[in-house]
């Protein structure tokens, strides 16, 4: 059961909005409520202005849930940075993110991809993800390594 139950018809979402008028110090703020490394704000900022699609959703003027897409215009594209708060998760806007995203993405290319948040690979399957058998990482740091490799054989 989600932490705040929300009437998702009264939220705000936003596509592609104006950046300028994103409140980089919250973006931030969610990256490090689920635990996810820093971000500063004018990295972060710099990285969304790079997405090919991006999106808010507000509850009145608090932002509690974000995510973007990060492509190449025909062959590869990834869902990056979905962000939900903590406090509203359950309410289905990490399901809407996703299916928004891809959505909007359309059928042009040939892979599409995210890297889930540990722990989340149950939630993306759920909404039909398949794990890829033939993807590949390289560890930026012994948490990446710990948490997204498989021990070696």
Same mark, same amino acid.
């Given at each position: 059961m989600p932490a705040t139950k929300l009437n998702i018809n009264e939220l705000i979402y936003k596509i592609n909005q104006d950046l300028d008028a994103v409140d980089w110090t919250r973006v931030c703020e969610l990256f490090s409520k =689920?635990?996810?490394?820093?971000?500063? %704000?004018?990295?972060?900022?710099?990285a $969304?202005?790079?997405?090919?699609?991006?999106? $808010?959703?507000?509850?009145?003027?608090?932002?509690?849930?974000f995510g973007?897409? =990060?492509?190449? *215009?025909?062959?590869?594209?990834?869902?990056?940075?979905? =962000? #939900?708060?903590?406090?509203?998760? *359950?309410? *289905?806007?990490?399901?809407y993110l996703v299916n928004a995203?891809? %959505?909007?993405?359309?059928?042009?290319?040939?892979? #599409?991809?995210?890297?889930?948040?540990?722990?989340?690979g149950k939630f993306y399957k759920s909404i039909g993800w398949k794990k890829q058998s033939t993807s590949y990482i390289w560890p930026q740091g012994p948490k990446q390594l710990r948490q997204h490799t498989e021990p070696e054989e």
């Open positions: =689920v635990e996810w490394r820093t971000r500063t %704000e004018a990295e972060i900022s710099t $969304f202005r790079q997405s090919s699609w991006t999106i $808010f959703i507000y509850e009145n003027d608090l932002l509690i849930a973007r897409t =990060v492509d190449d *215009g025909r062959y590869y594209a990834m869902l990056a940075d979905i =962000v #939900v708060d903590p406090d509203y998760q *359950g309410n *289905g806007l990490g399901k995203l891809n %959505e909007k993405l359309g059928d042009n290319y040939h892979f #599409v991809t995210l890297t889930a948040a540990p722990g989340k």
